[in-house]
């Protein structure tokens, strides 16, 4: 069973930077993508970055690029997203998610989810 448990979230000041972190578990994820999704208060689900964990190829939500780099660590098993020059639309839960699949900006292409960390900046 694949687990994925996120950690990193917290409350900054808008420039600031954090840095989230999936570390996944129960398989061997060669033929995964993995994926950042975040959820704001009263909005839908949206797709941040994904990253395929073969070849390291990554794909950026356009209101994230350049401001926003998601990583792998194969030896750690663990994601990352590191979210620079962050804005106050920032805000929301922050969720990780896997699929065998290549992957993509639909959340419906995932088949397993973290519990997700909130993100909060201040303006």
């Known amino acids: 069973q694949v687990q994925l448990v996120e950690s990193g979230g917290g409350l900054v000041h808008a420039g600031g930077s954090l840095r989230l972190s999936c570390a996944a578990s129960?398989?061997?994820?060669?033929?995964?993508?993995l994926a950042w999704f975040r959820q704001a208060p009263g909005k839908e689900r949206e797709f941040v970055a994904r990253?395929?964990?073969?070849?390291?190829?990554?794909n950026y939500a356009d209101s994230v690029k350049g401001r926003f780099t998601i990583s792998k660590d194969n030896a750690k098993n663990t994601v990352y997203l590191q979210m620079n020059n962050m804005k106050p639309e920032d805000t929301a839960v922050y969720y990780c998610?896997?699929?065998?699949?290549?992957?993509?900006?639909?959340?419906?292409?995932?088949?397993?989810w973290g519990q997700g960390t909130q993100v909060t900046v201040s303006s």
């Open positions: 998610a896997a699929t065998q699949q290549s992957g993509g900006s639909w959340s419906g292409l995932y088949d397993y």
């Open positions: 129960g398989r061997t994820f060669n033929n995964y993508a």
């Open positions: 990253i395929t964990w073969s070849s390291g190829s990554t």
